[in-house]
Nanobody, 124 residues
Framework: QVQLVESGGGSVQAGGSLRLSCAAS????????MGWFRQAPGKEREGVAA???????SYTASVKGRFTIPVDKAKNILFLQMNSLKPEDTAMYYC??????????????????WGQGTQVAVSS
C-alpha cells in the first residue's frame, strides 16, 4: 500500500527557507513520478514541481530559481527545498505520486496517491 507522509512545514518570514520532506512507502523509488502541490485558502490546488523516474524535473514559473526538488533514492524521500520564500507561497503543501513514472505532470487530477499535507506560512 502506497503511503506518502509530508513533514517540515512551519512559519517563516519572507526571504527565509524551509525544507519539506515526503516519506514514501509501499513501493521502490522510480515506480512512480512524484510531485509537490500547494493549495491556498479559496484557491485551486496548484502543481509546484514534479520529477519523473528519469530525474527530469518540471517547475511552475513562480518558483523557478527559488525551489528545488531533491530526492533521497535510497530512503525513498522526496524533498522540496524552498528558498527566498514570499507571502504568496503560503499554502498547504502536498506530495503526490503519479502512476506514469515517465511523466512530469503538474496537473493534480493525474496523480493517484496523496499525502495529508503540511502547512507553510510566510509572513511579510
Amino acid at each position: 500500500q502506497v503511503q506518502l507522509v509530508e513533514s517540515g512545514g512551519g512559519s517563516v518570514q519572507a526571504g527565509g527557507s524551509l525544507r519539506l520532506s515526503c516519506a514514501a512507502s509501499g513501493y521502490t523509488y522510480g515506480r512512480y513520478s512524484m510531485g509537490w502541490f500547494r493549495q491556498a485558502p479559496g484557491k485551486e490546488r496548484e502543481g509546484v514541481a514534479a520529477i519523473a523516474s528519469s530525474g527530469r524535473i518540471s517547475y511552475t514559473a513562480s518558483v523557478k530559481g527559488r525551489f528545488t526538488i531533491p530526492v533521497d533514492k535510497a530512503k525513498n524521500i522526496l524533498f522540496l527545498q524552498m528558498n527566498s520564500l514570499k507571502p504568496e507561497d503560503t499554502a498547504m503543501y502536498y506530495c503526490a505520486a503519479d502512476a506514469l513514472a515517465y511523466r512530469t505532470s503538474r496537473m493534480p487530477g493525474q496523480y493517484t496517491y496523496w499525502g495529508q499535507g503540511t502547512q507553510v506560512a510566510v509572513s511579510s
